[in-house]
């Protein structure tokens, strides 16, 4: 026979002790090695990373390659296992879970280029014809062919056009992509 | 002889009479679960069309994927299984500890608000203001008001435990009772504004989203099982130190298991490696329970076929033992290098909340509803086609997913596979998900409309009951 009294302590103190084990004891461990490098992150990345979050990239793009012998991300060419000090204090963590798309913890590395990502972020299709991340219009402004000279528009294959017309990223487009070129783990920590 | 009868009809009075003191509260969370239950479904159709058509809705920022999938999760957990179980929750314990539920006032005012932090959560991942934390995608403040109503709910629960009027507390009483103290503790410490650097949040992420699972759905499936595996077949649940150490078994490994989500990720592997060796400890009390229920069913099989109830919560308890034993073995290094990061986990995460607890829930529902509102179910076809329905359709959801997870995963691990082929690989069996999906999605229209030609009663009503003649002969209960 249980007593109300025991199992009201007993379920109050299994709960107290494993939230102290993996939730204070990580941040007491995780945070005296990850607090002391002060990044400076330019506004351009912190709004990136809110849009980031914002469009759910997380649910297919996990932000984590695994280490030398676990996987193949090593040998894919997505860089060196991910360390805590990588995720340069930007909240929310970003961690991911899925890679319905390959993993991102090193996407700058291997994509430098910002022209890459914008063709890639109004239509994944142009880049890879059987990518099924979906497209996002509304990070773009579709102007006529003569408007704001000097600013080309991107460069698609011919189908992907609309005539007439050209297609020029939006203040959100930058700083989603100055974020994602930012991810690198070769240069970003030392 | 007589007086027996006569104690026994006064018995059976003050149940009628606790059940109309429920009713009105027990059906308020169990209908607006249900909303939710359909608007989860149609997120969730959304979410898996797109996964194959992704040009399909594609310039409506408002339903991207990446906002649509999240709130999928959240109206299901916060909505529909959250507020459908605290609705079964507290009426089995009304039942169990034969006081009616108290503070039904606050409780049904505590629903109100939960409801509409819900809709304004909704709302604000679909404009873009998710939280952006797995599981956690609601901002603060409805989470907030959430726990807040759930608190309410657990004053109610503590309450009525105190005053109750039967010596012995049944072994649901116990899962009820810490189920409705876990997750107020749970959703309070998650809200906290102190993980404050990513991979210390991630932890508090998988440690609370593991256990909103395994201490909030759990408690409240395996209570309905306790409760309702004896009550249809009426008999005594199979052994009492069983269940003892699969409710203290439960309590003791469940709440380390969360880190199992981060193996190989950038956290210290001591951490990771204390949650390996909890989820493995986990057989224990799945194996416990597992028994404890199958000796219980074990000679009245064949009573499934004619209890809708017992049909669905036989099949969510068999769910639960082969999920949890599941999750024990891709808590293993070996296994999860394989299947973490594909489909296989989505199947596995929907084979718990779908199989287990929702059928549970849909059994459970069975069960309560004609007794609150002392009607009968409209068609007994129609619910052999919700059964049928849901049941194919979460088995082709898990087979064609996790099938076709394991492949995504070797290939994965084959670095002279081309990335795009892991993607392509698994387009077929995203189209048979989306099938799956309109199945279940079928079977959920089928259960509203039983449930709304019930409460409502638009049209005739059947004159006799449908189902419990046959059992109550063959059993004679």
């Not at chain 2, 439960?250 to 390996?276: D, E, K, Q, R």
């Not at chain 2, 999860?336 to 459970?364: K, P």
Request: aromatic letters at 14%; glycine letters at 8%; one cysteine or more.
């Amino acid at each position: 026979m249980i007593r109300y009294s025991i199992l009201l302590f007993g379920i109050i103190a299994t709960f107290m002790i494993a939230m102290f084990g993996l939730t204070i004891l990580p941040k007491i461990f995780i945070d005296e090695g990850v607090k002391e490098p002060i990044y400076f992150t330019p506004f351009e990345v912190t709004e990136g990373h809110r849009i980031f979050v914002r469009e759910g990239c997380i649910y297919c793009h996990s932000k984590q390659t695994r280490p030398e012998g676990f996987g193949a991300d090593v040998e894919r060419g997505w860089g060196r296992g991910s360390e805590a000090t990588d995720y340069r204090n930007l909240l929310p963590h970003n961690l991911g879970t899925m890679r319905t798309g390959p993993d991102l913890a090193n996407i700058g590395a291997r994509q430098s280029g910002r022209e890459w990502h914008y063709i890639n972020l109004y239509q994944p299709r142009a880049i890879n014809e059987e990518s099924i991340m979906p497209p996002f219009p509304w990070l773009f402004d579709v102007v006529s062919e003569d408007a704001r000279p000097g600013r080309d528009g991107l460069n698609l294959p011919e189908r992907f056009r609309i005539p007439g017309k050209k297609i020029l990223p939006t203040d959100e487009a930058r700083y989603l992509v100055a974020y994602l070129i930012s991810l690198d783990q070769e240069t970003g920590v030392q | 002889m007589n007086q027996e009868k006569q104690s026994n009809q006064n018995k059976e009075l003050s149940v009628t009479e606790l059940d109309q003191k429920a009713r009105f509260v027990v059906l308020f969370l169990i209908l607006s679960g249900v909303f939710w239950l359909l608007f989860g479904t149609l997120l969730a159709l959304v979410a898996s069309i797109k996964m194959h058509l992704p040009e399909w809705l594609g310039s409506a920022e408002w339903l991207t994927f990446g906002r649509v999938r999240p709130l999928h999760l959240n109206t299901m957990v916060y909505g529909w299984a959250s507020l459908t179980g605290a609705g079964v929750a507290l009426w089995m314990l009304s039942r169990l500890l034969k006081v009616p539920i108290l503070l039904r006032g606050y409780i049904i005012v505590a629903g109100a608000v939960w409801n509409i932090a819900l809709l304004v959560g909704s709302i604000q991942i679909l404009a873009g203001f998710s939280r952006g934390i797995e599981w956690l995608e609601f901002p603060v403040s409805t989470m907030v008001a959430i726990v807040l109503c759930v608190i309410i709910m657990s004053a109610s629960v503590l309450l009525m435990i105190l005053t109750r009027r039967v010596k012995q507390l049944y072994v649901s009483v116990w899962y009820i009772l810490a189920a409705f103290l876990w997750f107020p503790l749970l959703g309070l410490v998650s809200s906290l504004p102190i993980f404050d650097t990513p991979t210390v949040q991630a932890g508090m992420n998988w440690w609370y989203a593991h256990n909103a699972l395994g201490l909030w759905f759990t408690p409240v499936g395996l209570a309905a099982a306790y409760y309702f595996i004896p009550k249809v077949l009426g008999r005594p649940i199979y052994s009492y130190g069983l269940s003892l150490l699969g409710f203290w078994g439960l309590a003791l490994f469940y709440n380390w298991n969360g880190f199992h989500h981060l193996i190989g990720g950038p956290v210290p592997t001591w951490f990771v490696t204390i949650s390996i060796a909890a989820s493995v400890m986990m057989v224990i009390p799945v194996v416990v329970v597992a028994v404890n229920h199958h000796m219980t069913v074990v000679g009245s099989f064949s009573a499934i076929k004619y209890s809708p109830t017992l049909r669905f919560v036989v099949f969510a308890a068999m769910s639960y033992t082969f999920v949890s034993l599941q999750g024990s073995m891709q808590a293993l290094r070996s296994v999860n290098e394989v299947i973490h990061f594909t489909h296989f986990v989505v199947a596995h995460a929907h084979i718990g909340m779908y199989a287990f607890v929702t059928m549970m829930l849909f059994g459970a529902c069975y069960y309560i509803l004609p007794r609150i509102t002392l009607r009968e179910w409209h068609s007994k076809k129609l619910i052999k086609w919700h059964f049928w329905l849901t049941a194919i359709g979460i088995i082709i959801y898990a087979g064609a997913l996790q099938g076709i997870g394991l492949f995504q995963g070797f290939a994965m691990n084959d670095p002279d596979v081309p990335f795009t082929d892991t993607v392509t690989m698994t387009i077929p069996y995203l189209i048979a998900r989306s099938v799956s999906g309109i199945l279940m999605g079928a079977g959920h229209l089928i259960f509203a409309w039983l449930l709304v030609r019930m409460v409502f009663q638009p049209g005739e009503q059947p004159a006799t009951p449908l189902i419990w003649e046959k059992i109550r002969k063959e059993f004679a209960l």
